[in-house]
């Protein structure tokens, strides 16, 4: 453990701002520095490891290397410490599988991550719950094809209820997001609900 962390530091600290260029093996040693740890794990190298692997998360979602995307954000997941670091990688697994058009999992990590962001917002408004509720509600009104299973309404209102909660006031990516989910409601969820064949249509 004390030399994956040491081959870490070295490379954070020679790499200076071309740092994102080695997310995935600064992700490495350190969360393979936090796994060989014996005894108390350092909370520092613990976050260390935590944000590289969500950083690695986010480059190979941006290269379309979707199953590592998932996979650093999973291991994120389970370094995290509290529900802030819950949601940072619920979201990132979230973003990782609506990329990789698996819809179902979008939504469940989504809808996991807002929630993990509320229980931390403690009753205060946070614009980020808005923002995670809307990406939530987006898979199952604007990306139904993406999934095996769809939720009904009576599953996605709360959701949107409560990120219309946690709006900031006037105008703001959130609030456009949320209100574009209004506007699609009835493609996501029509009246009277669409065939299976309707739905792949």
Partial sequence: APAHAAVAGWIEQTAGARAREFVELLAYHYATAVAESV????????????EYLIAASGENRSKQVLKRAE??????????????????????LGDAFLTDYVGDLAW???????????????????????????????VPT???GSMRLLPGPAEVEPLLALGMSHLPEGDS?????????????????????????????
């Fill in 39 to 50: 005894g108390a794990v350092d909370d520092m190298l613990r976050r260390k490891a935590f």
């Fill in 71 to 92: 996979r650093f954000a999973e291991e994120a997941l389970r370094l995290a410490s509290d529900d802030p670091e819950r949601s940072v990688a619920l979201e990132a």
């Fill in 108 to 138: 469940k990590y989504y809808r996991e991550a807002a929630h993990a962001r509320a229980a931390a917002a403690e009753g205060s408004h946070d614009p980020k719950v808005a923002y995670l509720c809307a990406r939530a509600c987006e």
């Fill in 142 to 144: 604007r990306w139904p």
């Fill in 173 to 201: 990516e959130e609030r456009v997001r949320l209100q574009s989910i209004r506007a699609s409601w009835p493609f996501g969820f029509p009246d009277p609900p669409m065939t299976e064949q309707e739905a792949l249509d």
